[in-house]
C-alpha cells in the first residue's frame, strides 16, 4: 500500500518562499501523476498543482498560478512544491495526492503539512 508523508510546512512572512515535499513509500507506487491540494480553516480543500509523473506536465490552480512550482523526482519517489512570494491566503494545510489513471481521483492523502503566513 502506498503511503504519502508531506513535510516542509512552517510558518513565514508575506514575500517569503519556501518547499513542500512529499516522500513516496510502499509497494505498487506507480503513479499516473501526484497533486497538491491545500485547506484552509473552514474553506473547502483546493487544488494547487498537479504533475504528470512520467512526462512532468504540470497544471496550477487559478489562486497560486505564477507564484508556485511542482516538481518531481522519479528516482526518489519524491514531489515538491515551491512556494515563491507567499501571501496570507496560502496559509492553509497541504496534501499530496496520487492517482493512477488520468481519469481516477487523487488519494493516498498523507497527513498534511502547516503553512502559515503572517507578519
Same mark, same amino acid.
Given at each position: 500500500q502506498v503511503q504519502l508523508a508531506e513535510s516542509g510546512g512552517? @510558518?513565514?512572512?508575506?514575500?517569503?518562499? *519556501?518547499? *513542500? +515535499?512529499?516522500?513516496?513509500?510502499?509497494?505498487?507506487?506507480?503513479?499516473?501523476?501526484?497533486? @497538491?491540494?491545500?485547506?484552509?480553516?473552514?474553506?473547502?480543500?483546493?487544488?494547487?498543482?498537479?504533475?504528470t509523473w512520467i512526462d512532468g506536465v504540470s497544471n496550477y490552480g487559478k489562486s497560486v498560478v505564477g507564484r508556485v512550482t511542482v516538481s518531481r523526482d522519479r528516482d526518489r519517489n519524491m514531489l515538491y512544491l515551491d512556494i515563491w512570494k507567499a501571501q496570507p491566503d496560502d496559509t492553509a494545510v497541504y496534501y499530496c495526492g496520487q492517482r493512477?489513471?488520468?481519469? +481516477?481521483?487523487?488519494?493516498?492523502w498523507g497527513q498534511g503539512t502547516q503553512v502559515t503566513v503572517a507578519s
Open positions: 512552517r @510558518w513565514v512572512q508575506p514575500g517569503d518562499s *519556501l518547499r *513542500l +515535499s512529499c516522500a513516496a513509500s510502499g509497494r505498487g507506487f506507480h503513479p499516473s501523476g501526484m497533486a @497538491w491540494f491545500r485547506q484552509a480553516p473552514g474553506k473547502e480543500r483546493e487544488f494547487v498543482a498537479r504533475i493512477t489513471t488520468v481519469t +481516477s481521483p487523487f488519494g493516498s
